[in-house]
């Protein structure tokens, strides 16, 4: 098995050099909108990679690869890569990068130019996501991924810091909120580790992470994710309330979300950011019982 210690001699990785000569010949400006932040460090590349635990067994879902920075990395390892890049001028240049770089891995390269957050089918079921997400959608594109595609079974991936803490938050951490709450649906969430700005061309003006989920069950109860999930969103829009006063709306009053959270077991002076997904799941299922009852 191929590891980034033992890597692929075939595959030469981008320097910065390369990171900005590839820019300049696709006429590529990185822009906010996109969260364009290009990683130009190969250190940190394969110390990504190796956290990641690819090996030449899996299928990598890469969202965002750019210019291809963390793919030549990925292909290292032996590993095939699905690379989702919503800029078709990118999408278009990085099998050439590619061929540049890593010769021998050209077959292993697939590049979808899509919307990562439109994706509903890939040519091969993914195994492992790892990328750098744009830090300004990371959350959303991160949940309809694990939910669209539930052949991953394992993710890591550079965020934002701040958002990589509320990720990977438990309940009654000051940083659990929605984020926390609905990831932990789909797996467990953990940090690993910190990026520094300087391995980024533009230097981003805030700090990045990297955060580790690793799948497991959804909670064993009798109510859809969707439903969970409104509760949630319920439960989190007014955090300084308890659920009493929070889920009124979402239960059809404060009687009601008091009647629905005492079934489920969980004390209506509580606030939201004390509940795991297994509670918020309970209280979902407990409304949709009473309301099967209601009719």
Known sequence: MSTPDTADETVRLLTATDVRRLATGL???????????????????????????VSDSDTV?????????????????????????????????LP???????????????????????????PTPPT???ANLPYNVAVPVLLH????FDSIAEVLVMVQAEVADRLAAGPGSRTYGVPSAKAAWYASATRAG?????VFWPAPNVDSALVRLVRRDAPAVEVSREATFACI?????????????????????????????????????????????????AVAAARAALRGAEQ
Not at 145 to 148: A, I, K, N, T, V
Not at 253 to 276: H, I, K, M, N, Y
């Open 27 to 53: 006429g590529i400006r990185p822009t906010k909108t996109l969260g364009q932040n290009f990683v130009i460090d190969g250190g940190t590349v394969r110390r990504i990679v190796r956290t990641s635990g």
């Open 61 to 93: 879902l890469e969202v965002g690869p750019g210019l291809g920075s963390l793919t030549l990395g990925l292909l290292e390892t032996g590993a095939h890569v699905i690379a989702v890049e919503i800029d078709p001028t990118l999408a278009r240049a």
């Open 96 to 122: 050439g990068t590619v061929a540049e770089h890593a010769p021998a891995a050209v077959d292993r390269l697939t590049v979808v130019p899509a919307d990562a957050m439109r994706v509903e089918e890939l």
């Open 128 to 130: 492992r996501l790892v």
């Open 145 to 148: 991924l694990l939910e669209r």
């Open 194 to 198: 910190s990026i520094g700005r300087n």
């Open 233 to 281: 969103d319920a439960a989190f829009s007014q955090r300084r309330k308890t659920l009493r006063s929070a889920l009124s709306g979402w239960a059809g009053s404060a009687t009601l979300a008091e009647q629905t959270l005492r079934e489920a077991g969980v004390d209506p002076s509580t606030r939201g950011e004390r509940l795991d997904i297994t509670q918020f799941a």
